[in-house]
């Protein structure tokens, strides 16, 4: 069993930046990709950004391409997820996920582990 924990979440203006962190308890794969979702009021999670274990392979969603950076650091087990130039439409519970497997991927359902969210707010 793996636990997953973000933090870093918080109220901010746009055009501001935050970093969202999210460990690992453990590490029980040899190869996996950790995901990042978000999930606004109203509608369902999305995907925003994957990294694989190794971080050279990474993908993001088209609405977030330039402005976040999402990166990985296997000794302290953690998934970074650098914002910047936030926008109010960004607003949502942020998630990280784990998958068991190399590929980077976008749907949910390939991840197996997930984390309990942290809330970014980003006011106009």
């Known amino acids: 069993q793996v636990q997953l924990v973000e933090s870093g979440g918080g109220l901010v203006q746009a055009g501001d930046s935050l970093r969202l962190s999210c460990l690992a308890s453990?590490?029980?794969?040899?190869?996996?990709?950790m995901g990042w979702f978000r999930q606004a009021p109203g509608k369902e999670r999305e995907f925003v950004a994957a990294v694989s274990w190794s971080g050279r392979s990474t993908y993001y969603t088209n609405s977030v391409k330039g402005r976040f950076t999402v990166s990985m650091d296997n000794a302290k087990n953690t998934v970074y997820l650098q914002m910047n130039s936030l926008i109010p439409e960004d607003t949502a519970v942020y998630y990280c996920?784990?998958?068991?497997?190399?590929?980077?991927?976008?749907?949910?359902?390939?991840?197996?582990?997930w984390g309990q969210g942290t809330q970014v707010t980003v006011s106009s």
């Open positions: 453990r590490r029980t794969f040899s190869t996996y990709a």
């Open positions: 996920a784990l998958a068991p497997h190399e590929v980077v991927t976008t749907p949910p359902s390939r991840y197996q582990y």
